[in-house]
């Protein structure tokens, strides 16, 4: 009875594991705006609705908005630039660019639906508008990309895993190893896809995209010793980062 007690659990198990996987896979779409399938259990409404709704708690954690109207219109002049000359502005995303007052944590990050942030401890060290450019076609990357949402349908997947792995004890591990493996390789694709399309979007709207390559420069210079910020927290090495942003410099620049 012990034994078929267990064969049950493990059954169970991976019953439960299965059905999380089928869901997955069930939810998988193709991004009209980058022509890559990936699972997404979210509505674009919805994505826009969490982005709304978390915009004032993002602002609230880096000191609120920078008081300074003059930056946050030019912020908005290169953000619009690059929205209007691009596929982005094909989506129905809102996009809305915040400059936030912090004056220490050097980042930029994106909320699905189209809310974009750049704190002012990143924007001081910035050397020009291409380098801004650079920074708002990434996070733009990361909306059309829906890259959030994607993490999401992500972590409902690893949840349920988790579930099964619990229930199941023995499948439950190499299937809670494999959720782990797909998470990681996703959080390093995020980035390279963002860089991609931050260049195309920079070449559109009339940037030069070696401006990004600069920025991945400020960005190192200005990691030493601290809290790795979203824009590298990114795993795939700078230098192999530079070259897959040449890569795409010589894909758009035809
Ligand atoms: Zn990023």
């Not at 630039?81 to 004056?103: C, G, M, R, W």
Request: charged share 20%; aromatic share 6%; glycine share 10%.
């Amino acid at each position: 009875m012990k034994l078929g007690g267990r064969a049950l659990k493990l059954f169970l198990g991976v019953a439960i594991v299965a059905f999380g996987v089928i869901r997955y896979c069930g939810s998988q779409e193709e991004n009209p705006y980058t022509g890559r399938t990936q699972a997404i259990s979210l509505s674009t409404e919805e994505e826009i609705a969490i982005g709304l709704q978390n915009a004032p708690i993002m602002a609230e954690q880096h000191g609120g908005l920078y008081p300074d109207q003059r930056l946050q219109d030019q912020i908005d002049a290169v953000g619009k630039k690059l929205v209007d000359n691009t596929i982005a502005q094909e989506t129905p995303y809102q996009y809305e660019f915040h400059l936030l007052s912090d004056p220490n944590t050097v980042n930029a990050f994106a909320l699905p639906g189209g809310q974009i942030f750049i704190t002012y401890a990143l924007y001081k060290r910035l050397s020009s508008e291409d380098q801004l450019a650079g920074i708002l076609g990434h996070e733009i990357g990361h909306v059309v990309g829906r890259h959030s949402a994607e993490r999401i349908a992500q972590s409902e997947l690893a949840n349920t895993v988790a579930t099964g792995a619990q229930v199941g004890a023995d499948a439950g591990m190499l299937a809670s190893q494999l959720g782990q493996t797909i998470l990681l390789k996703n959080g390093r694709g995020d980035e390279l896809e963002s860089d991609d399309l931050g260049v195309k979007f920079m070449i559109e709207a009339g940037y030069d995209p070696e401006a990004l390559i600069e920025v991945m420069q400020i960005l190192k210079e200005a990691s030493g010793g601290q809290r790795v910020p979203e824009f590298q927290s990114s795993h795939p090495d700078p230098d192999n980062r530079i070259d897959k942003i040449r890569a795409a410099m010589d894909k758009y620049r035809t």
